[in-house]
């Protein structure tokens, strides 16, 4: 689990995910940086959430919180799952 203190605030993660977000094997080309911004905005809050939790044991109920997520549009939680593990992930310190 990545140090509260050291933890990166949204506006530095919103600028990395902008610039990396392509690279990403879950990303469909003809979707655009909006379409994951609130994916990865809720992972980085899940991570808070739910911290020190492991993703296998929260995914459910993050599924359940996605549905009641204001900012999620019209994607549902198979299509941006990856993107919500993958933020999730870099703020607890499972990837760089």
């Not at 469909?28 to 993703?55: I, K, N, V």
Request: glycine content about 6%; overall charge negative; aromatic content about 18%.
């Amino acid at each position: 689990m990545a140090d509260v203190s050291t933890r990166r605030d949204w506006l530095t993660e919103e600028e990395y995910w902008q610039d990396n977000f392509k690279r990403r094997p879950y990303v469909q080309s003809d979707r655009d940086f909006g379409f994951y911004r609130p994916a990865y905005r809720f992972g980085y809050e899940a991570s808070d959430r739910y911290q020190g939790e492991d993703w296998d044991d929260v995914e459910s109920n993050l599924r359940r919180d996605w549905d009641e997520y204001k900012d999620r549009g019209q994607s549902t939680w198979e299509q941006i799952k990856g993107a919500v593990r993958d933020a999730w992930d870099r703020v607890t310190g499972n990837r760089p």
